[in-house]
């Protein structure tokens, strides 16, 4: 199972981390997903831990907690810190808008299921761990 994708090809928890590992044998994945406050489930984890979830301080060097955004803000304000230490893929692998590579940006459930669904180096018995993240989720 690739935790949160491949870390070391892309950035985690995108399609591009995902789908490397599909391509690299992995027989599934496991992602993080946060119910936003405009009811769209998205793809990240953040930092903190379970009694403060998805703190965006490491992660897109900006304060609060990807909880405060809507799905659109999160798409387009959010930019992920490239030289956080903690993401595997290294600074050359994470992209902002307007860099001709894999653009990196807060995806929703919904697309990236669509991505892995569709892509023809994904088989159709890949597996997908969710773990649920934010207030109320926890067992």
């Avoid at 994708?5 to 490397?20: H, P, Q, R, W």
């Avoid at 119910?35 to 990240?44: A, E, M, Q």
């Avoid at 955004?69 to 387009?76: F, L, S, W």
């Amino acid at each position: 199972i690739g935790h949160r994708g491949s870390l070391y090809s892309a950035l985690e928890n995108t399609s591009k981390s995902f789908i490397d590992a599909a391509k690299a044998g992995a027989d599934g994945v496991e992602l993080d997903v946060f119910l936003l406050k405009c009811g769209t489930l998205v793809v990240f984890h953040g930092s903190g831990g379970d009694e403060e979830p998805g703190l965006l301080h490491q992660y897109c060097k900006v304060e609060g907690s990807i909880l405060d955004y809507t799905a659109a803000e999160a798409r387009n304000l959010l930019t992920f810190n490239k030289n956080y230490a903690e993401f595997g893929c290294g600074p050359d692998k994470i992209t902002h808008p307007g860099d001709q590579d894999h653009y990196c940006y807060v995806e929703t459930l919904e697309e990236v299921l669509k991505n892995l669904r569709d892509h023809p180096e994904v088989p159709s018995n890949f597996s997908i761990k969710i773990e649920l993240k934010g207030p109320g989720t926890a067992l």
